[in-house]
Structure formats: C-alpha cells, structure tokens
C-alpha cells in the first residue's frame, strides 16, 4: 500500500515538538515530551505492521529521548542543557550518516511505503535514497555546527536558533519532494 510523501515526514514530529518547548529554556518537558511522541509513533507504527526500516527516523527519537530525558532529570542544569537543539542535530546526522555508512538509507523505508514494489530493489531507487538521505545528513551536520556556535556566542538568539532548526527540516523536505520527480523525468540509463 502507499503511504502518502508527508507521512514520512510525521517522523519528524519528536523532534519538531522539542525543537519548538525547549526553546524555552525548559529542557526537560522538551526530553519528556519528544520521547512520548517517538514512542507512540514507534506504538502505532508497529500496530499498523510497518516494519523497523520505515521507522529509522522514529526508533532513533525514541533512544535519544530516553538518554536525554534521564540526563535532563537526573541533572537538570548540565552543561549540555544550552545546546539541546545542537544535540538534536548532531544525532539526527549520526543517524543520516550511519544508515548511509550501513547502506541502507534512512529514507529507503519510506519511500518503499510510496513506490511500487518492483522499483525497490533496483539501483535508481537505491541511489535516490541516498541522495535524499545525503541531503538530510548534510543539513542536519550544518545545523548542528551552526546551532553550535550561534548557542556558544549567542545564547539569546533564539530568533537566529529559530531559523536554523527550521530551516535543517524546510530545506531538506523540499529537496525530498522534488528529487524523484526530477530524477523520473530523466531517462535511466
């Protein structure tokens, strides 16, 4: 069955949602409720039969959120705490760069959601994926330096911190929603 392309993005939805609480200097209701949402996702993923590799995205949440909330309670004024949505990112690139490095694309269950079986296994579809994945890896490394040292110089700029993380999910989803339609109008070799 297909799934619809915003589906996959609704695996974002943790980190979007302690992106956005601990922005507020309240770290620990971000941890709290970034990990309830991953583990409900994962809850209602696996109910609907989905397996682990269309999870990535949210199985990953579910772990980070789990350290992050028993770190943010068990000290909740830890050096860390500034730079909680430079963590975020410095993980979600681990996580892009480690599905790339074990050849299996974080996007690549997704999108077999959205394609017809007889596409999954041929190289386009693998190379889509990867750069797909490439792209979200890079956003995601760019974001955390860039959040990095805007959080060390600036730690009140929560404006500029803003648009960052915005921005690490905005550009990387366009790209993801127009790659394939461009790479279907070039014919395969």
Not at 86 to 107: C, E, I, K, M, Y
Not at 126 to 145: C, G
Request: hydrophobic share 55%.
């Amino acid at each position: 069955m297909k799934g619809h392309p915003m589906r996959g993005l609704l695996g974002f939805l943790p980190w979007i949602a302690y992106a956005v609480i601990a922005t507020g200097d309240e770290w620990r209701w971000g941890t709290i409720t970034g990990l309830t949402l991953a583990l409900v996702l994962v809850a209602l993923d696996r109910r609907a039969g989905k397996g682990w590799d269309e999870m990535v995205i949210e199985s990953s949440a579910a772990i980070f959120f789990a350290c992050l909330t028993a770190l943010s309670l068990a000290d909740p004024h830890s050096p860390l705490t500034p730079y909680g949505p430079a963590l975020v990112n410095v993980w979600l690139a681990g996580t892009a760069w480690g599905s790339l490095a074990l050849r299996r694309p974080f996007t690549l269950g997704i999108a077999r959601s959205m394609a017809p079986k007889e596409v999954w296994e041929t190289p386009r579809f693998y190379s889509v994926n990867a750069v797909i994945t490439t792209v979200w890896a890079a956003a995601f490394t760019i974001a955390a330096l860039a959040l990095t040292l805007v959080l060390y110089v600036s730690p009140h700029a929560t404006t500029l911190v803003i648009a960052i993380k915005v921005l690490s999910f905005v550009l990387p989803s366009i790209f993801t929603a127009w790659y394939p339609k461009r790479v279907r109008q070039v014919p395969a070799n």
